[in-house]
């Protein structure tokens, strides 16, 4: 297989025709979402659009040494497709060609529109149909019409990450870079590099940087708990001896759901506990000339906010050895040749790396109207984790906070198809979750993550109860999603002509 995406002109254009069912974003997600669409629905006419011009989304976009899964590839693989590498926990470049096989071997590709980006969305009950406006990357408009819509564009911004501006930033004399835009071709040989923050991308990069740099700093305001997990999965290479693949591969994706929700339900249960057990497996791990109570123990519960992964430890190894150390503290200002601390202690860089963080974008900055009323995604309650409450045709994927995204991504996907194929069932052209006034009102997420706290006012709600409720459990939403009821008498469904 190739690692070069399709052309933007192997697609056919769907033009004025009409669609069964748009979807929007070809990375993990929406790859996935096609396969299952294909698979389940294979009378459905579907098409992709990409802004970017290749397959892949997060694990095409993000280029920085040492990017990699931040959860084991057996659940954030496809259900249908076994992962196959020796690596559980995989490197980006590992986690792009799986995609792209996927893609390549199903066919999808074809159905890719790439260098497309959607402005917004128009609703027209009479119709029973999204009229779709967007453009391609030379500014020509585009529009489609279907009659679902599915946005699988992710949870972030693509084309900026969340950028606090430093005092001196002016004044400083080597290179300034956000890891969302890694320059091709850096050299960090024998430089002195700071990485500014504590969270997934900084724990990968600052380990990859060590290798070669004359040493790397990982400068954070606060820790976060880092845990390190084995980079290969043993079980897993085991029962691939023993049973065939895609047996192996479903016993070990089961083995690490289960793993993973009990640990979960452990740190939800007995926090101070699970606490002290992570503080001091990093104590152990980075050896005496690191203080882990100092730079490993956040203020925050475990899963209050998410668990930093380090494959076979590789962070703490670079620490125990010198060549990268943490620093707990704030900037006061930039200066011409590094950063000095509120602490008064200066840090000497030739390269610093601001890895502050992601800036949420749930719909990919679509604009959406039914039958002419403009619809705010914030004042509305999401439906099953997944459909927008008084919004006709339309499903979202997000995926897990506390796990892997493709779990709910699977399962978003399965149910989409499930509700498609009722609706052919009962001769329904328009389903629409219907807000219940009685629910109460609680935030989209219960994360304490700076990401999710500066957009907690422009995500959507969930409510008290179901089917309102936004899990963070594997096994509800699979209850739910793959074997609930669809007409659970909160979904209406009717003709086209009049909103059900």
Known sequence: MSDAAPSPTDAPDPGDDLLDVLIVGAGLSGIGAAHHLQQRCPDKRYAIVEKRDAIGGTWDLFRYPGVRSDSDMYTLGYRFRPWTGAQAIADGPSILRYIRATADEAGIAAKIRFGHVVRRADWSSAAACWIVEGERSDGAPVQWRTRFLHVCSGYYRYDQGHRPEFAGEAEFAGTLISPQFWPEGLDVAAKRIVVIGSGATAVTLVPALARTAAHVTML?????????????????????????????YAVTRWKNVLIGAFYYRLARRRPEQVRQRIVAMAAEQVGPGCNAATHFAPRYKPWDQRVCLVPDGDLFAQIRAGRASVVTDTIERFSADGIRLASGATLGADIVVVATGLELNLLGDIALTVDGRACNASEAMVYKGMMLSDVPNLALCFGYVNASWTLKADLTAEYVCRLLRHMDRQGAAIVVPRRDPTVGVEPFLSFTSGYVQRAIELLPKQGTRRPWQVHQNYFSDMLALRFGRIADGVLRFGAAGAMP
Do not use: F, G, K, N
């Not at 820790?223 to 047996?247: F, G, H, I, K, T």
């Open 220 to 248: 954070q305001r606060s820790p976060s708990y880092v845990v390190s997990r084995p980079s290969r999965d043993r079980v897993a290479q085991a029962l691939r001896r023993v049973l065939p693949e895609r047996l192996a």
